[in-house]
């Protein structure tokens, strides 16, 4: 299940430090967005979500931000660990649809 | 924990040959998905299904595809004669019927397809 691309961008950071990973979405008509994780070999796996008409969302160890004058969306990792590797998408969908329209991609890799 | 399961892990087909991908959704989930992502490029969505025929689909997903629910638990995608730009991992999905909303599309491991 590997999503791995030749071009994408990686955020390298030491375990136990923060992470933020940041997306950049197209429809400001969307009336969600959400976070997947996927690691080498699995398909992509959900981590938390937001609704458009908030701004922020915590889970465990896990926040998303959204700003919708700028079209961004961040996810934040609290002190990241070796198991938080891997390729996390931004994902965007309506609820008048049922797909998900995902963004690009970013590797993440934790230094010991 | 439930989880949805792909068969096989990697497909290697000729040009021109038919491919039926399988997926095994979450046993109470009603509505299913599948998705591809070409190397190096974003996840796309093929199709949607439910309740025995398709709600949704893409551009992507023309005459060449189908998917069909054969009976209770597996869910598979058919592609009738397949071209090299088919080359991708394929995703398949479920979620639970109160979708859609968020949160609630579980992926499948994948299958890898090759065609030469």
């Known amino acids: 299940g590997e999503s791995v691309g030749l071009h994408l961008p990686t955020l390298s950071v030491q375990e136990g430090d923060n992470s933020i990973i940041n997306c950049a979405y197209s429809?400001?008509?969307?009336?969600?967005f959400i976070w997947y994780k996927q690691e080498s070999g699995k398909g992509p796996q959900f981590i938390i979500d937001?609704?458009?008409?908030?701004d922020k969302r915590q889970g465990q160890r896990v926040t998303v931000l959204l700003n919708k004058t700028v079209k961004h969306l961040s996810l934040q990792i609290a002190a990241t660990q070796p198991g938080d590797s891997a390729v996390y998408f931004c994902?965007?969908?309506?609820?008048?649809?049922?797909?998900?329209?995902f963004g690009s991609g970013t590797r993440l890799l934790v230094r010991p | 924990e439930p989880e949805v399961t792909q068969t096989p892990s990697h497909q290697v087909t000729q040009m021109g040959q038919e491919v039926i991908l399988r997926c095994v959704p979450i046993?109470?989930?009603?509505?299913f998905y599948w998705y591809r992502q070409i190397l190096g490029q974003k996840v796309e969505f093929l199709v949607s299904?439910?309740?025995?025929?398709?709600?949704?689909k893409s551009e992507i997903f023309d005459d060449q595809f189908s998917v069909e629910r054969p009976d209770g638990s597996n869910f598979t995608l058919k592609i009738r004669s397949t071209k090299l730009e088919d080359s991708a991992m394929y995703f398949c999905?479920?979620?639970?019927?109160?979708?859609?909303?968020?949160?609630?599309?579980?992926f499948g491991p994948g299958t890898r397809l090759t065609v030469l």
């Open positions: 999905a479920s979620s639970p019927e109160d979708y859609p909303s968020t949160d609630t599309q579980y």
């Open positions: 429809n400001s008509a969307s009336d969600y």
């Open positions: 937001i609704r458009s008409n908030m």
């Open positions: 994902a965007e969908g309506r609820d008048s649809s049922y797909k998900l329209i």
């Open positions: 046993s109470n989930h009603l509505y």
């Open positions: 299904f439910y309740n025995n025929e398709i709600s949704e």
